[in-house]
């Protein structure tokens, strides 16, 4: 044998002859390769493995989580303490840091580990034909040419070009999102038919549901149409969040702020001829005050309290970043099967006797009836036999699991069993009845089942294969009438265009002595025609109205037909804008033109891998913030690029979990609604956490600025700047993450990606309270030392000023909008904790002597008190008296 080269796997092989194949890969159909050429060709292939790529090593990818502008400042704040030798006050700040990056380094999934999933997808054993002989084989082992022989519950070990089949179907839902299994065929097919649709191909990871067949290798591990995939996996961009890079930006402007403030609080001291010395140390002051030490912490503890919120609506999150940016989505891209359907095959329409019959309920669940014209009916005539003909020519059987009720076998014959319950049918006992004498089973060159049972044939498969075989049909009481084709086919046509996978039934009398066969299974009578469906879920359908009320566009992506999936978009409210877009489409679309399509378009069929990847990045090119779902293979590239993936828990692949960043437990499209309800809660409490601190910061720093600019002492050494800052970021700040989610959360339109975190109302709110703040700081700290209090007792005031007026703040934080009171003033129970423990702290930092050592710190009387609540009361009215003047606006 000649060794075939690379160049040949590149070849269209679904649409060669089974023998062209045979010959481009000089491979014998018959006995298989030889041990030599197995060996030939592996030196020159490889194993049948994907190869893994490399990820950062464990000790830079922790490092990359102090990569961020605020983690610097917050290092270079640690290193100043250090200098200024509080080590105790530089070890916090070091040990806030230390803290939030082995949080990030934790938390961080690794979507590189989806390559290595989709490695072990391919490790299985397989029958081969080498020699002439079969034999078991680790699918590793497989080289382009072998002969492979597939059986019921086979992992498919590659990619294979199908010469012999008997009754084969795959499972090909991981692959292509084809919620059916595929029937297999041998003969060659048209060169531009889509990967779901290559009949006569068997792909590396599919499963094998029945049947039998044959195939020659024409592609292993990397070549391989998972092995593509893949490399679209490694190929996608790893995105930063849309959080994560407004905190970049906001940091670096804050960066930027400090530093220059410092700068100018040098040149200012200097030029009035104060020390050098001095004014590198007021300088210093000044930029611990203005940095936001409480601020990682605050955002990973937020984000934290977000996830387990989540959690217990079913939605785990791999990602801690994922929590806020799927509260930021503007589009949602779905699968169908399972996410936004039952994935339960459903008879919703028969046609019986000339009439027709609605059929209620979803799912495998034996809840709904049957009716015609709104009334619900005791199957009888035709009807009842149309019933009993889908349980008795039918292999499968209605399980329970977990508690939940499932089909082992044909997902459209467990809706045909479950139909008949509806019925007041007992499967069990018409089978019981009615013993199963003999059988045709299903051949996808005839496209029909039949089965026999004591002196009655039952049939069901394609229409027109079932019309060619009948004469007669049944009225409503079941008497025999002369077939009426077109009427038929004209129903059926009906059927077909709602999206139902449509199915006949007849019944016929065996030839006497002869064995069921083909040849004797004309002059039938037509029974009926039972319609089904995945139907959609009931809570799914609300969710889809909840993201619109909320401003997200929701687009269903599916592997199925275009019929299927605008008929299921129609029952969710999918309905509007332009008709689906298929994958034959997309393909012939250049990137600004599916930017222009994906506009309007809700409903995209018979799509890709890459397609899907392609949709996601088309998506994110028009400014959209893009959450995307998927449980197969085939998902997995887009969900890596999309900026929240988002996979099944239940149905999903290791694959897709792996490349996603969030899971949902329950596979249910409502799960996504709740956790966008989740999410942009944990945003309004980042940003109510964002407005509450920079005040301190800024009112600090305006503090040493002003007392460098008139020449006075400083009112807050930097030691007492960091008990402020730490202490209200922990007791006071952090307990905002609490807050209960705004009741009109989901009703307003989605942040636009390109907005700032702080809007510019919000910059002026915390501007007012930092001057309010001075203004109290500064003018009580003046005050004291003029009324002969000491320098000590007149800091002490200064620190409980910034203290008590975050205090009061802290409530008008609670809502940026509203009053406190109407978001319930008791509502957080861990906010009214934190102010009892910050009161309790802060009269320990005053009167206790060893904190008094410790922070030159001094009691005060209570007439001091008195004013430093008056400056609290203050801020607290006049920002609640700035949000009604807003909300009158």
Excluded at 645 to 651: K, L, Q, S, V, Y
Excluded at 711 to 727: A, F, K
Aim: aromatic share 6%.
């Amino acid at each position: 044998m000649t060794e075939p080269t690379i160049s040949l796997l590149e070849r269209h092989w679904h649409h060669l002859p089974a023998n062209e194949v045979a010959e481009l890969l000089d491979s014998d159909l018959v006995h298989g390769l030889n041990a030599d050429e197995v060996l030939r060709r592996r030196d020159t292939f490889g194993a049948n493995l994907l190869t893994p790529k490399k990820g950062k090593p464990a000790w830079l990818r922790f490092l990359f989580q102090f990569h961020q502008p605020l983690i610097y400042i917050l290092i270079a704040s640690s290193a100043i303490t250090a200098f200024l030798q509080e080590w105790v006050d530089s070890g916090v700040i070091f040990g806030v840091v230390l803290v939030n990056a082995v949080i990030g380094y934790i938390q961080e999934a690794k979507a590189e580990d989806a390559i290595a999933a989709l490695a072990r997808m391919a490790a299985s054993a397989t029958i081969v034909l080498r020699d002439g002989i079969k034999q078991p084989l680790p699918a590793a082992e497989l080289v382009p040419g072998d002969v492979v022989l597939l059986a019921p519950g086979d992992k498919v070990p590659a990619d294979l070009r199908l010469f012999r089949t008997r009754e084969l179907m795959t499972d090909e839902a991981s692959l292509t999102g084809e919620s059916l299994p595929v029937a297999k065929l041998t003969v060659h097919l048209e060169k531009d038919v889509v990967l779901a649709e290559r009949a006569n191909m068997a792909y590396a990871s599919t499963l094998v549901t029945s049947g039998q067949g044959t195939g020659v290798v024409v592609a292993t591990g990397d070549t391989t149409e998972t092995g593509r995939i893949s490399r679209l996996i490694a190929h996608a961009t790893d995105l930063s969040t849309p959080l994560t890079r407004k905190i970049e930006h906001f940091s670096a402007i804050m960066l930027y702020v400090i530093l220059g403030l410092a700068v100018f609080t040098f040149v200012v001291g200097t030029w009035r001829g104060e020390a050098p010395v001095e004014m590198f140390m007021a300088a210093v002051a000044l930029a611990v005050g203005a940095i936001p030490e409480g601020l990682p912490a605050a955002i990973t503890i937020t984000l934290a309290i977000g996830v387990s919120r989540m959690a217990r609506r079913r939605a785990i999150i791999r990602k801690l970043p994922a929590v806020e940016t799927l509260g930021g989505a503007t589009v949602i891209c779905s699968d169908k099967t399972g996410t936004l359907t039952e994935n339960q095959m459903t008879v919703q329409e028969i046609y019986a006797g000339g009439e027709t019959f609605r059929v209620s309920g979803g799912g495998y669940a034996a809840q709904g009836e049957i009716s015609l014209d709104g009334k619900v009916v005791a199957p009888q005539g035709a009807l009842r036999e149309c019933l009993v003909a889908g349980v008795l020519c039918n292999d499968a059987v209605l399980v329970e699991r977990e508690g939940r009720r499932e089909v082992a076998g044909d997902p459209t014959e467990g809706a045909l069993l479950v139909a008949a319950e509806k019925g007041g049918l007992v499967p069990s006992e018409l089978h019981a009845a009615y013993a199963r004498r003999d059988e045709v089973p299903f051949d996808s060159r005839y496209q029909y089942m039949a089965t026999l049972h004591g002196d009655v044939v039952y049939i069901k498969g394609a229409l027109e294969k079932i019309l060619d075989r009948t004469s007669a049909m049944l009225d409503p009481e079941g008497r025999e009438l002369v077939l009426d084709r077109a009427a038929i086919e004209a129903h059926a046509h009906a059927m077909a265009s709602h999206g139902l996978r449509v199915l006949a039934l007849a019944r016929g009398a065996p030839e006497e002595g002869e064995a069921l066969d083909h040849r004797h299974l004309g002059n039938l009578v037509f029974i009926g025609l039972q319609g089904m469906i995945d139907p959609p879920r009931a809570e799914a359908v609300a969710a889809v109205k909840a993201c619109h009320a909320a401003g997200i566009a929701v687009k269903m992506i599916t592997g199925d037909h275009a019929i299927t999936a605008a008929a299921i978009a129609a029952q969710l409210g999918l309905g509007e804008g332009a008709p689906p877009l298929t994958g034959r489409q997309i393909a012939a679309l250049s990137d600004a033109e599916l930017r222009k399509a994906v506009r309007n378009t809700t409903v995209f069929a018979r799509v890709e891998p890459e397609q899907k990847l392609r949709l996601v990045e088309a998506l994110q090119a028009e400014g959209e913030i893009v959450a995307m779902t998927g449980d197969g293979v085939n998902d997995a590239p887009a969900l890596k690029q999309a900026d929240i993936g988002i996979a099944m828990g239940i149905t999903g692949t290791e694959v897709a979990k792996e490349a996603a960043a969030m899971l949902l437990t329950d596979d249910n499209f409502a799960s996504i609604e709740a956790a966008v309800e989740e999410g942009r809660g944990v945003f309004d409490n980042l940003v109510k956490f964002i407005t509450w601190t920079l005040p301190t910061n800024f009112g600090e720093g305006f503090v040493i600025l002003a007392a460098v600019v008139l020449g006075v002492t400083l009112p807050i050494t930097p030691l007492q700047i960091l008990w402020i800052n730490m202490t209200t970021a922990v007791l006071l700040g952090l307990m905002l993450a609490f807050e209960p989610i705004d009741q009109d959360v989901m009703r307003r339109p989605p942040r636009h990606p390109a907005a700032p975190i702080l809007t510019t109302a919000l910059m002026l709110r915390i501007l007012l309270v930092s001057a309010m703040l001075l203004g109290g700081a500064f003018g009580l700290f003046l005050w004291e030392l003029e009324t002969g209090e000491s320098l000590e007792q007149a800091r002490t005031v200064a620190v409980n000023v910034f203290v008590m007026g975050e205090l009061f703040y802290l409530f008008n934080c609670r809502s940026m909008t509203h009053s406190p009171f109407h978001v319930g003033f008791f509502s957080n129970a861990w906010l009214w904790s934190g102010v009892g423990l910050m009161i309790l702290l802060q009269l320990f930092f005053t009167y206790a002597p060893v904190m008094n050592r410790l922070f030159a710190s001094a009691p005060i009387g209570l007439d001091d008190w008195a004013r430093i609540v008056a400056v609290g009361l203050v801020i607290y009215f006049v920002i609640e008296a700035e949000k009604a003047w807003r909300r009158r606006g």
